[in-house]
């Protein structure tokens, strides 16, 4: 049974940093990536990495500001937000793709975690 399961939400301050965990379960996958959604908004794509060569993809909104990471021994990836803004708020969503690589939509990923809530006040 496949599983992510995220961590590592919370309320911070404009300009603060957090870090995502989202531990992984079940089988391996092509890519995994961290999407985010706010209330009346899309789900819009953040970042993915590419599990065998740790190559990555990020939205533009967050280039610059944001690293995904991945370890291997424990199966998890990380989202690394620094300078955090208000229009980050939103719940962050882990997915994982069996086969699309470094893909952007939700369409791409077969897998999905439960979402953790990132809030930054101005």
């Known amino acids: 049974q496949v599983q992510l399961v995220e961590s590592g939400g919370g309320l911070v301050q404009a300009g603060d940093s957090l870090r995502l965990s989202c531990a992984a379960s079940?089988?391996?996958?092509?890519?995994m990536a961290w999407f985010r959604q706010a209330p009346g908004r899309e789900r819009e794509f953040v970042a993915a990495?590419?599990?065998?060569?740790?190559?990555?993809n990020y939205a533009d909104s967050v280039k610059d500001r944001f690293t995904i990471s991945r370890d291997r021994a424990k199966n998890t990836v990380y989202l690394q937000m620094n300078n955090l803004e208000p229009e980050d708020s939103a719940v962050y969503y882990c997915?994982?793709?069996?086969?699309?690589?470094?893909?952007?939509?939700?369409?791409?990923?077969?897998?999905w975690g439960q979402g953790t809530q990132v809030t930054v006040s101005s």
């Open positions: 997915a994982a793709s069996l086969y699309v690589v470094l893909g952007t939509k939700r369409n791409d990923y077969n897998y």
């Open positions: 079940g089988r391996a996958f092509n890519t």
């Open positions: 990495i590419r599990w065998s060569t740790a190559l990555t």
